[in-house]
């Protein structure tokens, strides 16, 4: 079965989508289209690069990705196809690759070439994924180039102190719930914390726990109910740094968003001590 997922900006309100689905179908009628979000802020390209990060692994490898967000045709430099944990990801050379995979990880990427005949970023596309299916040799459709040489969204990638005493980081995405998502995976933060004391410094706020799940608090000296609107980090089942509002609803508790004021970009500082 051939399977091509769309990421976009667009919406649900407006015809765009349907615009790109039909595009699509009426050069492979038989493939089956999968919306994975259309709700992306607009050009946010971490926001999709983490939204597409978290749902890709769940489809059948030699899955083709669409990612159209800042992706115009004549508002970006290259196309990119990248083939990465059987996976095929087309996007703008624009650091939506970022998040999806890192220099260490074995990853194909092509700088597409753009035939005449292709003259939006749907109809380049719906091309390559055509090729793809037809089983064209994957580095006959552009130039082979590193991941190193890709445009790479410096905000995706937490920094690490030189004496490795802590870690910055920055909020990448807000999720339907508010919760703040940290690009700072698990695995480098036990990495570079090496068993140490550690604190979180979040907008005015400093937090020495992360919790294993949302209700684990000390309930001896108080009910869980009384924790209700305490912030708490977490990592998410993304194994990323979430910043979350205990029992968090819009209506009587508020969210890491509205209650502390967090935003896209702000900054997570974590500090480790012996």
């Keep these: 079965m051939s399977i091509i997922t769309l990421t976009t900006d667009y919406g649900i309100k407006d015809h765009f989508v349907a615009a790109v689905k039909g595009k699509i179908i009426t050069q492979m009628p038989l493939v089956q289209i999968v919306d994975i979000s259309h709700c992306i802020d607009f050009y946010n390209i971490a926001n999709a690069s983490y939204v597409l990060f978290g749902a890709y692994g769940n489809f059948p490898q030699g899955s083709v990705h669409m ?27 624009n650091g939506a690759i970022t998040l999806l995979a890192t220099a260490d990880d074995e990853t194909e990427i092509v700088n597409l070439d753009i035939p005449n005949s292709c003259n939006d970023t749907v109809s380049l596309y719906t091309h390559i994924a055509k090729q793809l299916f037809n089983g064209v040799d994957f580095n006959s459709l552009g130039s082979k180039i590193s991941y190193n040489n890709c445009e790479l969204l410096v905000e995706l990638r937490p920094k690490v102190a030189d004496d490795e005493n802590s870690i910055r980081g920055s909020v990448i995405y807000i999720d339907h719930y508010g919760n703040a998502v940290v690009n700072i995976s698990k695995e480098l933060f036990e990495r570079v914390r090496n068993g140490r004391k550690y604190v979180i410094n979040a907008v005015r706020y400093r937090i020495t726990k992360i919790n294993e799940f949302y209700a684990d608090f000390n309930t001896d000296s108080k009910t869980l109910r009384e924790y209700e609107g305490d912030m708490l980090f977490i990592f998410n089942d993304l194994d990323f740094l979430q910043m979350s509002i205990y029992k968090s609803d819009y209506e009587n508790v508020g969210n890491a968003k509205t209650l502390f004021g967090v935003s896209y970009r702000d900054t997570v500082i974590i500090e480790f001590t012996e």
């Design 67 to 93: 990612v159209l967000v800042e992706a115009e045709m004549f508002d970006q430099t290259s196309f990119l196809l990248t083939k990465f944990n059987g996976h095929y990801f087309l996007t703008a050379n």
